[in-house]
């Protein structure tokens, strides 16, 4: 099959909100949603565009995939194994399945097409096992998730 992409850019800036919900990174990408999903739906593609990662790995569950991450912290590596499952909505959600450095770390990507492309929303609610005040790491996660978007538009362009 052979893929014909477009050039694809950000239609605005990507927007940051930290609320009790927990963290919000959203953009309007000019592409469509399939190009988007399908990137997005492959766990490999989506944990490459993470560049914050020190390392992961992907493993076949089913219809899901377990995802091992190792990334950097304040004082040392932090890991966590994640499940990543697509969702009945479309959604893409990863739930945490062990770690310990956090105590919750639920991620959602939804895609919806909107005028002039698609949106892209990153959602994460996340709570280390240790006195961390969530600014902080709402942060780090909100750079990590602007970088993975811009990441996606380079991938996509």
Same mark, same amino acid.
């Given at each position: 099959?052979?893929?014909?992409l ?18 919000? +990174? ?5 592409? =469509?949603?399939? !190009?988007?999903? /399908?990137?997005?739906?492959? *766990? @490999? ?7 914050d990662?020190?390392?992961?790995? +992907? ?5 899901? =995939?377990?995802? !091992?991450?190792? /990334?950097?912290?304040?004082? *040392? @590596? ?33 895609i ?39 990441n ?6």
């Amino acid at each position: 099959m052979l893929l014909v992409l477009a050039s694809v850019s950000l239609a605005a800036d990507p927007t940051v909100k930290v609320n009790d919900a927990g963290l919000t +990174v959203s953009t309007v990408l000019a592409s =469509d949603a399939d !190009t988007v999903r /399908a990137v997005l739906d492959d *766990s @490999n593609a989506t944990y490459a565009l993470s560049p914050d990662l020190v390392s992961y790995s +992907v493993v076949e569950k089913g219809r899901c =995939d377990e995802i !091992t991450t190792e /990334a950097p912290g304040l004082f *040392s @590596n932090m890991r966590m194994r994640t499940l990543r499952c697509r969702n009945s909505d479309g959604s893409i959600s990863d739930k945490l399945i062990s770690s310990d450095d956090f105590d919750q770390y639920d991620v959602t990507w939804t895609i919806k097409e909107v005028d002039g492309g698609v949106q892209v929303v990153y959602h994460l609610k996340a709570e280390l096992s240790m006195p961390v005040p969530d600014k902080m790491l709402y942060q780090r996660a909100g750079d990590a998730a602007e970088n993975q978007l811009k990441n996606l538009v380079s991938l996509l362009d």
